[in-house]
């Protein structure tokens, strides 16, 4: 199988086909497929209250806010010009959403939820507005990446180093479980804010997809389910971004998500990953620990052996917003013996946690589970 010309990412990042980048997408074909995929049904599915035109325009800004020109540009090229005076009340509350959502996510609260079902947003179309502000925040990323493993020349100037973002210290979610206030290993369960859809109302198929997957019988993916075909396609770009043999140690792309998630504030995510990295390298446990208990406000690119320090550097950069990856972060890694398959999983990590993390803070909430208070 080959890549398709048309494929976007390709596109705006100019690749030549012969390329040894190029040819790292194609030997990572599912995630790269699959990122066409879901670019291809989020601007296609059919809704009323959130129409396609509509959908380049938020996209535009998006990606504009991210940093990312070239994306930004296109989807400009696709939207028409549309003043903010000219929204209507729903889609003011969709915009305040997506400024919030992609600039700050761990500000993202109940309200704006609450303010979007209020102004008339079904549960299957909010789903669809939050997967197209994550999915592009992915995609800018990816693009950006890829622009930087493609420049010839690197930079020499010195960047300012990323810091752990701040995180929830309410005591208590919405339903009155206890919420973490510090970031773990431990298992975290995890609430919506909209009713998530019930395992009887799926399809045969939907429902078979999900099982295949062991999405079944997760709240989360119950709740993405409303729409349920961008959920398959997600699934399928991250087993194709962190399920695949050879590249980039598995417990590093794990360690860049948990970086993803200190940068974002997302403690249910980091504990996750922080929690897979370990068990894929159990001697770099101190590491992982090391990460999860930088305080907010610290470098998190500190303390690490050279390895490690120019992947979390590179990784939180890449997860600022805007965007704040540089050419010279690729030259080092390079340096210390990174293969071309090897950056592109890093950055494909980090990029696709840009979009699991916005979906996790600005859906719901984590709480602690009994069993880590026994």
Known sequence: MTILNDDLINVLTRLSPDSDLALSRQER?????????????????????????????FAHQVAKLTGSPKLADFYWQK????????????????????????????????????KLVTQGWENSDIILLAQLITFVTYQARLVEGINLLNTVESDTFDTAKIVAGTWDQQPLTRQGKPSPTAFTQNNLGWEAWITARK??????????????????????????????????????IDRGVFYT??????????FAAAVVSKVNGCIYCASVHARKASQYAKE????????????????LADGFDERLLAITDLVASLSATPIQATASQIAILR???????????????????????RLMLSLGEPFELLENKE
């Open 29 to 57: 074909l599912v995630a790269t497929e699959n990122t066409q995929a879901a670019y291809n049904e989020i601007f296609s599915v059919p809704s009323q209250q959130f129409p396609v035109d509509i959908r380049y325009n």
């Open 79 to 114: 939207s028409s010009l549309l003043k903010p005076e000219d929204l209507s009340p729903a889609l003011q509350a969709a915009a305040e959403y997506l400024q919030i959502l992609t600039l700050s996510p761990k500000n993202t609260d109940f309200s704006l939820i609450e």
């Open 199 to 236: 395992a009887t109302t799926l399809s045969d198929e939907e429902a078979q997809v999900l099982k295949k997957f062991g999405q079944l019988n997760s709240e989360y993916f119950l709740l993405l389910a409303y729409q349920s075909k961008i959920l398959e396609i997600r699934t399928l």
């Open 245 to 254: 043999t050879g590249g980039l140690p598995r417990w590093e792309r794990e």
């Open 284 to 299: 770099r446990r101190s590491d992982v620990d090391k990460l999860l208990a930088t305080p907010a406000g610290e470098i």
């Open 335 to 357: 340096q210390l013996g990174l293969s071309e398959l090897e950056l592109l999983d890093l950055i494909q990590s980090s990029a696709f946690f840009a979009w699991a993390n």
